[in-house]
């Protein structure tokens, strides 16, 4: 596994590359002096070429990359690469705790996250240190609604199930009752969460003839809410009265596995259940109780807990329970812009400028 800037990534990262090479293994004399002086920034995974690009055209850091995106950094070596740097750049397999901001050290002042949830980000660790944390929300919201309504239709009308009967044999006659499934049209549509996906992914589905969304969150948000004529009610009416339960919400110790069996039992036993934030919001073993025992009809899930979630899982046993890996922001236009925003965040921390999206810790 290559490390620093490989040879194939040199080729894709054209020459500014090359000296900021240098400078990473160690300066050359032939290195010009001031690109000594420049901020030090590692990221942690070879992100879509837009943020390359802007990092290395700014000639405002040198950096060193973890080249590949197919296998995450591992602990070792990013604790080993982060060493002294002023930057980070990291995606959402990176655990950036304690352990870690201590292996930077004290010149670390700006840490950018390519993903709009920060789980993996110990907040307050960073609070205390100062460090400064840019995020990528809102470049994401298309394509995430999008995905989701993908998930929910795939699942309420049992598409993996059809595809799969249609290749192995199981289409005989056309048949009344066959791989029939739940449909929008004077639907109850809930979702766990209102932010700017939950209201995005309420858009696209309006079209559908849904008859009435219903939201539930911490307090009521009456200006997003009104964007999609959505009521607010309690959690346990947001189970009893969906259809289509939609969670938006982002993993905190609140809602930690908020999703488990209290939720589940109270949901109709013709209920579709969506996840496309965290799988750490969720019970597993208690999904699996209810989706095996048809509590509720089924689930689309984008997220789990582990990620990947092992071949051998319970849940991946169940026809009614559709997994994705992790998709839900993966179009080109929507992770470039996401691999963009984060290098600007970047770069503008470093400058000490505010960021475009910056957590305030
Ligand atoms: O899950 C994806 C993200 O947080 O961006």
């Given at each position: 596994m290559a490390m620093l800037c490989s040879r194939t990534a040199l080729r894709r990262l054209q020459?500014?590359?090359?000296?900021?090479?240098?400078v990473a293994e160690g300066l050359t004399s032939s290195t010009p002096r001031e690109m000594s002086t420049l901020p030090r920034v590692y990221v942690t995974r070879q992100i879509p070429p837009e943020g390359l690009k802007i990092l290395r055209e700014s000639g405002k850091v040198q950096f060193e990359l973890w080249?590949?995106?197919?296998?995450?950094?591992?602990?070792?070596?990013l604790l080993q690469r982060v060493r002294g740097v002023d930057g980070l750049l990291c995606v959402l397999t990176e655990k950036i705790d304690a352990e870690l901001l201590d292996a930077a050290g004290p010149n670390l002042k700006v840490l950018s996250t390519m993903s709009v949830g920060f789980d993996h980000l110990s907040l307050d660790q960073l609070k205390k240190r100062g460090i400064r944390v840019g995020y990528t929300p809102e470049v994401l919201t298309d394509s995430v609604a999008e995905l989701t309504v993908?998930?929910?239709l795939t699942t309420s009308r049992r598409l993996v199930e059809a595809t799969h009967e249609a290749k192995t044999g199981g289409w005989g006659t056309w048949r009344t009752l066959w791989l029939c499934g739940y449909e929008l049209a004077n639907s109850t549509v809930g979702i766990l969460?209102?932010?700017?996906?939950g209201v995005a992914i309420a858009e696209r589905l309006a079209p559908f003839k849904v008859k009435k969304f219903i939201y539930t969150d911490v307090a009521p948000r009456p200006e997003l809410a009104s964007i999609i004529n959505a009521e607010y009610v309690s959690f346990d009416e947001l189970a009893?009265?969906?259809?289509?339960?939609?969670?938006?919400?982002?993993?905190?110790?609140?809602?930690?596995?908020?999703?488990?069996?209290n939720l589940f039992s109270k949901?109709?036993?013709?209920s579709i259940f969506i996840n496309t934030s965290r799988g750490g919001v969720v019970n597993q073993e208690d999904l699996y109780q209810a989706l095996s025992t048809g509590q509720i009809a089924a689930a689309g899930l984008d997220v789990t807990v582990p990620e990947p979630l092992p071949t051998n899982h319970p849940l991946f046993t169940l026809k009614n329970c559709v997994i994705l890996p992790h998709i839900a922001s993966a179009s080109y236009t929507t992770r470039n812009a996401m691999s963009a925003l984060a290098a600007n965040?970047?770069?503008?921390g470093l400058q000490g400028e505010p960021m475009i999206k910056e957590l305030k810790l």
């Open positions: 020459p500014i590359c090359v000296s900021q090479l240098k080249d590949s995106d197919d296998i995450s950094v591992p602990r070792k070596e993908a998930l929910l969460g209102l932010g700017r996906i009893k009265q969906s259809d289509f339960l939609a969670v938006c919400c982002a993993l905190t110790p609140e809602t930690k596995e908020i999703c488990n069996k949901m109709k036993n013709t965040n970047l770069l503008l």
